[in-house]
């Protein structure tokens, strides 16, 4: 079995695998999407990104909110660090972590599983409004959102200690709904975003709890010219 090159990738996977991927917790998006300034550095595309830092001059902000600013949480903002604060470097990871004074990347993951079409009026709502908030401390952050959508034959979803399945009637599968998210995300939600990537899975979330790529070769040059894309663009701008 292949496997993935990528910190995010690796991430996102781990959701899913081996233990069922619980829809309503919230820190679930910020794991995923820290990943990606773990996998900017280890990229090695931007030398400003890597010496800052290196510095801990930039650090990422899981509260996902600038010092004196209000705003909606998104899943990982990368910005200054405050002066008056301390960075905190976890072990194993190459980006330490503290509050931001500003916001030069921000990054949004959302995940599509069941009720995909029921409730994709939301999830647009809500990846716009975040891109929305990136913006709103002032500058130009690069704004990046990646949608997991799964195409499994059947799905269950879980709340609290009952269970959900998929029957392909009243619960659509996924697989019957997953094009149409993908297209009405494409048209109405990915204008918002400086980068935007679905990650295309199929996962049932049951039955020993199995996860497969729907492409892996093919995301993982996605996402890694995504990578290099930012990174450009970092250099650009900052």
Known sequence: MSEEKYALLRTFRSLFEGKPYRHRASNLGDLVASQMYEDLVAL????????????????????????????????????????????????????????????????????????????????????????????????????????????????????????WPTDGKRYKHPIQEAAQAARRLTERAKAAFDEFQFLRFRATNANGFPFKWRDLEATQMEYSALLTRVSREYDRQF
Do not use: W
């Open 44 to 163: 090695g595309k931007s030398t400003k990104l890597i010496e800052r830092v290196q510095r801990h001059e930039r650090v990422v902000n899981l509260r996902n909110l600038m010092i004196g600013k209000p705003g909606r949480r998104g899943d990982g903002t990368f910005g200054e660090l405050v002066p008056a604060a301390v960075a905190v470097l976890e072990e194993g990871m190459l980006v330490a972590r503290g509050p931001v004074a500003t916001i030069e990347i921000g990054a949004e993951t959302n995940i599509l599983a069941k009720a995909m079409i029921k409730q994709i009026d939301r999830v647009i709502t809500d990846l716009v409004n975040q891109a929305t908030q990136f913006k709103r401390g002032g500058g130009h952050p690069i704004c990046v959102a990646f949608v997991g959508i799964t195409f499994a034959e059947q799905y269950v979803s879980f709340e609290g200690n009952k269970s």
